[in-house]
């Protein structure tokens, strides 16, 4: 079932940058690509506990700031050792200069 909660403001973040949020006791990363769109993964990242928005973001990848593990932040694809669990994505958008994100 959806569940959309505000993450932030569209100023909260960067272009090609990712900042954290948390709620409920869940942790999650909002990013914002080079061209202007946003996206949201889990907040950790799947190989050991390394927050992403510590990380880098390069075009749609971020790099994990533990190993250098990679991810496609939009797909949550994992690309590469040592980094093999895909990260879970989710539905946002933005309404009224604020990110939402359906946690549901
Ligand atoms: S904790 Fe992220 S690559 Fe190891």
Do not use: Q
């Amino acid at each position: 079932m959806a569940e959309w909660v505000e993450a932030c403001a569209v100023d909260d973040v960067d272009k090609e940058d990712v900042i954290r949020f948390d709620h409920g006791g869940r942790s999650f990363a909002i990013y914002r690509s080079p061209d202007d769109d946003f996206f949201a993964t889990d907040g950790f990242c799947t190989h050991e506990m390394a927050h992403l928005a510590d990380g880098l973001v390069m075009d749609d990848i971020i790099e994990c700031p533990k190993h250098n593990g990679r991810f496609n932040y939009k797909t949550g694809e994992a690309k590469g050792a040592p980094v093999c669990v895909n990260l879970k994505t989710y539905p946002v958008r933005v309404e009224a200069g604020k990110v939402m994100i359906d946690i549901g």
